[in-house]
């Protein structure tokens, strides 16, 4: 399997503050690369698709980078609706798999 | 609008058996993948399978391989996820999800079925 590590597992930060979640893959996926939201007891929702595609409906404040082995998350100024954890995945091999998770908080 | 339904959530005892189910609607049901993720109580997305309605191909994460089997009806535009015989450490949320390609992404999510095995 592609092993996928998020850093940081946890962050706190304030409102309009510009927030980065980094995501590796043990080895190249190209640009399979997907974020997912999950608010607290709901399904997760697509954020980002293929490293840097926005998925329709989601806000322009975020955005995604990467190729290869090392792909970004931003949010570009926190909004009190972005507390979630999220989800880096990779689609590259024909068995998925999801990074750890990163859990956003408001300070 | 595109939407999956999962069946209501379960409550089992270990060694029973179980089958859960994903309905799609809104959508050419065979034309798409749909995927099945585990989430544990208070820990993270776990990549579980995806199978092709449309000609049953199945793909399974190698840690859950033998453990649990992914299929499709497409008659009624169902997929399941089914154990034999169920242990403790099965207890979870599953979520079903779909995606357009076999190196694709989850588009739309089902609202998730959990599943308590306790004695």
């Known amino acids: 399997d592609i092993q996928m590590t998020q850093s940081p597992s946890s962050l706190s930060a304030s409102l309009g503050d510009r927030v980065t979640i980094t995501c590796r893959a043990s080895q190249s996926i190209s640009s399979y690369l997907n974020w997912y939201q999950q608010k607290p007891g709901k399904a997760p929702t697509l954020l980002i698709y293929d490293a840097s595609s926005l998925q329709s409906g989601v806000p322009s404040r975020f955005s995604g980078s990467g190729s290869g082995t090392d792909f970004t998350l931003t949010i570009s100024s926190l909004q009190p609706e972005d507390l979630a954890t999220y989800y880096c995945?990779?689609?590259?091999?024909?068995?998925?798999?999801f990074g750890q998770g990163t859990k956003v908080e408001i300070k | 609008e595109v939407q999956l339904v999962q069946s209501g959530a379960e409550v089992k005892k270990p060694g029973e058996s179980l089958k859960i189910s994903c309905k799609g609607s809104g959508y050419s049901f065979t034309s798409y993948w749909i995927g099945w993720v585990r989430q544990m109580p208070g820990k993270g997305l776990e990549w579980m399978g995806i199978i092709y309605p449309g000609d049953s191909d199945t793909r399974y994460s190698p840690s859950f391989q033998g453990q649990v089997t992914i299929s499709a009806d497409k008659s009624i535009s169902t997929a399941y996820l089914q154990w034999s015989s169920l242990k403790a450490s099965d207890t979870a949320m599953y979520y079903c999800?779909?995606?357009?390609?076999?190196?694709?992404?989850?588009?739309?999510w089902g609202q998730g079925t959990l599943v308590t095995v306790s004695s």
């Open positions: 995945q990779q689609s590259y091999s024909t068995s998925w798999t």
């Open positions: 999800a779909r995606a357009d390609g076999g190196n694709s992404h989850f588009d739309y």
